[in-house]
């Protein structure tokens, strides 16, 4: 698509469950980035993936947390035993790669979460 | 570790004044420096960036910053403000390269009132 694409927009689960969120960046980015947004504050950084592989995880609250990208382009984010803190917007953001990128990110609408 | 500083959560302005958000930043090495802006409802995009040369850089919708070294400062201005500019803005910072993350302050939220 022209866009990074998030699904779903809107997820609302229970306490205790597990969530998965996904991410589709734009073609041929090869850079992808997933951040949280909780209320009144700016994106928070969770990890970044260079094609395959995460390059940096250093975001991810705990082990709780996991994401995958296993072909270089759809990225997938899960959440083992949602907790309420857990409760944001996570927001995905893709950057191309090489001598003609500006290192502007591209970012998605977000999916946002909610644990009751 | 690099970290941004946004000094003002909230900036309330009258529409066509000047405005300006500070954003000031704290890294030990040269950086890319950004804005980028949220209106309502949508996602965030980039209203301007700093990778090197002209220490002024002028963004979309008539916003601009200056990159000051000795300040660690990118503060982002406009001469007259639209009730239209009315969203959250997010200065950020990134090291050089291709596998620096990216950090965000914690935001400014302009309001224009009529």
């Known amino acids: 698509g022209a866009g990074v694409s998030q699904t779903p927009s809107n997820k609302v689960t229970e306490k205790g469950k597990y969530v998965e969120l996904r991410c589709d960046p734009i073609?041929?980015?090869?850079?992808l980035y997933w951040y949280r947004q909780s209320l009144g504050q700016g994106p928070e950084f969770l990890i970044y993936?260079?094609?395959?592989?995460?390059?940096?995880d250093s975001g991810l609250p705990n082990d709780r947390f996991f994401a995958v990208r296993p072909e270089g382009s759809v990225s997938t984010l899960k959440i083992q035993r949602t907790e309420r803190g857990d409760s944001a917007v996570y927001l995905c953001?893709?950057?191309?790669?090489?001598?003609?990128?500006?290192?502007?990110?591209?970012f998605g609408e977000g999916s946002r979460l909610t644990v009751l | 570790a690099q970290s941004v500083t946004q000094l003002d959560s909230q900036v309330p302005v009258f529409e066509e004044a000047p405005v300006e958000l500070r954003c000031n930043y704290s890294s030990s090495v040269s950086v890319y420096l950004f804005w980028y802006v949220q209106y309502p409802n949508q996602g965030l995009q980039l209203l301007l960036k700093?990778?090197?040369?002209?220490?002024l850089v002028k963004g979309i919708n008539g916003f601009e910053a200056e990159f000051n070294k000795s300040q660690t400062s990118f503060h982002l201005r406009k001469p007259s403000v639209h009730i239209s500019d009315t969203a959250e803005y997010f200065c950020a910072v990134r090291g050089p390269g291709g596998g620096f993350k990216t950090i965000f302050g914690a935001g400014t939220r302009l309001f224009v009132k009529a």
């Open positions: 700093y990778l090197s040369g002209s220490t």
């Open positions: 073609s041929g980015h090869t850079a």
């Open positions: 953001a893709s950057r191309a790669q090489g001598q003609t990128s500006t290192g502007e990110l591209f």
């Open positions: 993936f260079q094609g395959t592989g995460a390059a940096d």
